[in-house]
């Protein structure tokens, strides 16, 4: 006796495991973009927390899922008050760089934790989060244009998630056609 949709589920999961790599590749990338200790110090404070908590509620553990509108709220104070201390310190382009490869990597850390739901306004968000993704990282990509190993690095990082965005897409599609899937 097989299960319905194994295939497609294994796909789903392996769409989801390369936007996790697409995160961990992200946050490598804005190292190298920005070379100020400072600056990665604040990125790192930006990132991480989302992705800690994230982590922490696909976990399901109950203080955080209960709690999740309050640390939504704290993470968004940090991120505010951290952005605008960059601004305030640094020049415009340098600050102007650490808000969007930050922004970015939240977006694909938001996308990833929506990447398997079967809720439909969380698939909502998934593909809102995946798209916008591809269309905050232009700057990124153009600004990195004059440094092959960063463009290369790139290139690799929107394959990556364009990827992992097809085959989540693809297998459910597929499902949803087949009627193993009912989004709730």
Same mark, same amino acid.
């Given at each position: 006796?097989?299960?319905?949709? !194994?295939?497609?589920?294994?796909?789903?999961?392996?769409?989801?495991?390369?936007?996790?790599?697409?995160? #961990?590749?992200?946050?490598?990338?804005?190292?190298?973009?920005?070379? &100020?200790?400072?600056?990665?110090?604040?990125? %790192? @404070?930006? =990132?991480? *927390?989302?992705?800690?908590?994230?982590?922490?509620?696909? #976990?399901?553990?109950?203080?955080?899922? &209960?709690?999740?509108?309050?640390?939504?709220?704290?993470?968004?104070?940090? &991120?505010? #008050?951290?952005?605008?201390?960059?601004?305030?310190?640094?020049?415009?382009?340098?600050?102007? =760089?650490?808000?969007?490869?930050?922004?970015?990597?939240?977006?694909?850390?938001?996308?990833?934790?929506? /990447?398997?739901?079967?809720?439909?306004?969380?698939?909502?968000?998934?593909?809102?989060?995946?798209? $916008?993704?591809?269309?905050? &990282?232009? *700057?990124? @990509?153009?600004? $990195?244009?004059?440094?092959?190993?960063?463009? %290369?690095?790139?290139?690799?990082?929107?394959?990556?998630? /364009?990827?992992?965005?097809?085959?989540?897409?693809?297998?459910?599609?597929?499902? !949803?056609?087949?009627?193993?899937?009912?989004?709730?």
């Amino acid at each position: 006796m097989s299960i319905k949709g !194994k295939t497609e589920s294994i796909s789903r999961f392996v769409g989801s495991i390369l936007i996790l790599i697409s995160i #961990v590749l992200e946050m490598c990338l804005s190292f190298l973009i920005i070379n &100020n200790l400072l600056l990665n110090l604040t990125l %790192i @404070l930006i =990132t991480l *927390p989302p992705f800690i908590f994230s982590i922490l509620l696909k #976990v399901e553990h109950d203080f955080f899922v &209960n709690n999740v509108i309050k640390f939504l709220f704290l993470l968004l104070i940090e &991120n505010i #008050v951290l952005n605008s201390i960059t601004f305030a310190f640094y020049n415009t382009s340098l600050a102007l =760089t650490t808000v969007i490869t930050s922004s970015s990597t939240i977006l694909l850390i938001i996308c990833w934790h929506f /990447s398997l739901s079967i809720y439909k306004k969380n698939k909502i968000i998934f593909f809102i989060c995946g798209i $916008s993704y591809f269309f905050v &990282n232009i *700057p990124i @990509l153009l600004d $990195s244009i004059s440094f092959s190993h960063l463009i %290369i690095i790139n290139l690799i990082l929107l394959l990556t998630v /364009s990827l992992g965005l097809f085959l989540i897409m693809a297998a459910e599609l597929i499902m !949803k056609k087949k009627g193993w899937l009912k989004y709730i």
